[in-house]
């Protein structure tokens, strides 16, 4: 069973800068992406960023050029570092993977941007961001 646990969220001031990191246990067949999502409360759950297998990355606009998202295979790790914060930035990030298995280990429909495309989550990390 792969369970992703995120770590790294708190409370930080506008401008400033978090890392949230994400790390995969379990056995993995094959990884076709990982991702982050945030969501604030009454909200639906809001696509941030997504890493493909191949390495290429993909981000909302809202956070294009402030947020980096990266990978560690070796160390089954996800990070996002998230700069130049702002009030709207806060709510609970949640890692994500879309990982597959025999017979099913086709990676198609890259970048995946859809809640409804990842098949793991984690429990999610609180972000907070003041004024």
């Known amino acids: 069973q792969v369970q992703l646990v995120e770590s790294g969220g708190g409370s930080v001031q506008a401008g400033g800068s978090l890392k949230l990191s994400c790390a995969a246990s379990?056995?993995?067949?094959?990884?076709?992406?990982m991702g982050w999502f945030r969501q604030t409360p009454g909200k639906e759950r809001d696509f941030v960023s997504t890493i493909s297998e191949d390495g290429t990355t993909t981000y909302a606009d809202s956070v294009k050029g402030r947020f980096t998202i990266s990978q560690d295979k070796a160390k089954n790790s996800l990070y996002l570092q998230m700069n130049s914060l702002k009030t709207e930035d806060t709510a609970v990030y949640y890692c994500?993977?879309?990982?597959?298995?025999?017979?099913?280990?086709?990676?198609?429909?890259?970048?995946?941007?859809?809640?409804?495309?990842?098949?793991?989550w984690g429990q999610g990390a609180q972000v907070t961001v003041s004024s």
């Open positions: 379990g056995y993995i067949f094959r990884r076709c992406a």
């Open positions: 994500a993977a879309v990982l597959r298995h025999p017979p099913n280990y086709y990676c198609i429909g890259s970048p995946y941007t859809e809640t409804d495309d990842y098949n793991h």
